[in-house]
């Protein structure tokens, strides 16, 4: 059988805006606070759920410094396949030309949504290095990657079920509490969508269709599996679904067979929505189907008033997004909400007006970027044929920060970086944290259910107090060095609302919320945390190998805590994660993390050899 690696392109990787790009909580979804500035990692699940679902001997290289990939160039692959980010082209270029170099009979898939990016010659990619990739690769995969891959291989049948049991988690924790970890599992249940919204490259690169990976039966399958792979009773749950609301008969019977499983009454996922696909629910109702957080991409508040000159097709029909948003807080439903700067109706006039529509939604995190065209969108096409792409517009511009590629109607270039600014630095004094959000919609949702006649939606006002309770010491925390009198009267606030819902905790659980609050103050007195300006991000890289003599992949490099089985976070006794009181017998292996080791002296010394050369 073919030998395969999965890899995407070499660290270190660059900052945006003063961030680390390759962190989704402290570049975009909670960025610009301090004292609680949370942190993340997550994985490239689609290289991992592809190499879960071959039968080749396959190897997945995450975040690999140069000097890792050239070791492993000498291993003697069969298959290479690059997930491609755009941003990441040259490095992209750099890897093929070293395995054209010393692995010349491998076969080249490149991979991912920055393929879309490949079929136009952007302005200012004057070295042509998107035509050369598609001339020195074999293959470009422009759909689902796994059943792409089975048919390379020769990997038959093509069309069998999808597993997704054995990805690594996303993390998620405080700086400097890296014990307090959330690991969070993702399934992925549909790719593509249909609401084609102009500007959107994923839903552009399946056409604006949608196609099915995992059937509810099977989502449910795979959330059973890790509640006992991690051995917890509550667990947060990425699906990955560009929106899942528009299908109600999908989400309702996902919530049918979650609330027949009573071992699953603690799982809450998290997924993509609009305004149009929710209408038919009811908060109480998504409450009820498990919903525990949904993505709603807002894009502006402008379009529903005077200044809006035109509007979004996924919020026809559907509620105000101020009461939508209320509605979901008020039953605990986490909302993250994203936002658009840069609208040809956007002026220096309204715009200050739409951030404060957006700050006052009280999103729990959100996503604020420029306006971008992605070949392949409609909105690309409508820059290219009004010759608005500047001459410098290349793949260096595909993502949140930046503001001087394109010709913003009423910006000149750099003009969105201060409104930017503006709208994070009102999320953080009108708001504060996120944490703050977190401990109010877990209160309210604790009110609004706690006598529900349903026992599914009192099991969940339980769940809903204790969320609220572990969160609290973060919030006493928050008030001892709030970013403005704002957020202190936020606080003054939640600490007596708490104080009037929950009864007091037990004295180990307040000996644990003290620590957790001293701790994450002292984060706060540190003067010293900025003393060495970070430059470059570098997760670092990590190693998994699949089908190689085990029936689970065997892991070494920077997994960290995150991979251990069984272990449930000190925090996560408190509020996101509690352990199981007694451990079930596994019904799936156990997956083994083996120590991180280093490369075998002749592969090091090889590639040591190599960068002399490729530099």
Known sequence: MKKVLLTNPCAPYDLGWGEDMMDLLASRLARGHDIANLKSHLPAWGLYLIAENLRNPTTVLEHPQWEDFLAELDKGYDVIGIQLKTINLARAVKMVEAIR???????????????????????GDTEDLSGWLKRNVDHLCHEEGVKYMRKLLGDEPFDRPITQYHMPYANFHLPGMRDFDLNIPAILVSLG?????????????????????????????????????????????????????????????????????????????????????????????????????????????????????????????????????????????????????????????????????????????????????????????????????????????????????????HFGEGGIKKWFDLAHEKLRTVLGPPTLQFA???????????????????????????????????????????????????????????????????????????????????????????ERPQVVSDPGARWSYYHQGSD??????????????????????VAWGRPKQRVEPESEPRLRVAQAAEAPPAAEEAAKKRLAVVG
């Open 440 to 530: 109010e919609l877990n209160l309210r949702a604790y009110e609004t259910l706690r006598d529900h006649p349903s026992e599914y939606l009192r099991h969940q006002a339980g769940l809903a107090r204790e969320l609220a309770a572990g969160a609290m010491p973060l919030v006493r925390a928050t008030g001892r060095h709030p970013p403005s009198p704002a957020v202190k009267q936020r606080v003054r606030e939640l600490v007596a609302k708490a104080g009037e819902l929950l009864e007091p905790a037990p004295l180990h659980l307040r000996a644990i919320g003290k620590v957790v609050e001293l701790v994450a103050t002292a984060q706060a007195e540190r003067t010293d945390r900025l």
């Open 101 to 123: 170099k010393y692995s010349p009979r491998t076969e080249i898939v490149i991979g991912g949504y920055g393929v879309s990016a490949l079929d136009a010659k952007l302005p």
């Open 193 to 409: 969508c249909p609401n084609a919204c102009d500007f959107c490259n994923t839903s552009a690169f399946f056409k604006h269709k949608k196609f099915y990976v995992a059937e509810p039966e099977e989502v449910v399958r795979f959330m059973r599996h890790h509640v006992e792979r991690l051995n917890v009773e509550t667990l947060n749950v990425i699906l990955f679904d560009e929106d899942i609301f528009l299908n109600t008969e999908y989400v309702r019977e996902l919530g049918r067979l979650l609330r027949a499983d009573r071992k699953l009454w603690g799982v809450r996922w998290i997924s993509f929505g609009s305004v149009k696909a929710l209408a038919p629910f009811t908060a109480e109702e998504l409450r009820d189907c498990g919903v525990g957080g949904i993505w709603i991409g807002v894009e502006s508040g402008l379009v529903d008033g005077e200044c809006a000159k035109e509007g979004f097709g996924k919020r026809d029909g559907g509620q105000d997004p101020r009461q939508l948003f209320d509605d979901l807080q008020r039953y605990g439903i986490e909302t993250i909400g994203s936002m658009i700067l840069g609208f040809d109706f956007h002026t220096p006039e309204n715009i200050e007006k739409d951030i404060d529509y957006f700050v006052g939604l009280k999103p729990m995190f959100y996503q604020i970027g420029p306006l971008t065209p992605c070949p392949g969108t409609k909105l690309y096409r409508e820059f290219i044929a009004e010759g608005r792409l500047k001459s410098n517009y290349n793949y260096q511009h595909f993502h949140l920060w930046k503001d001087d590629g394109i010709d913003y109607k």
């Open 552 to 573: 689970v992949p065997t892991r070494r490099g920077a997994f960290g805590k995150v991979e251990k089985q069984g272990r449930a976070a000190t925090m996560s006794a």
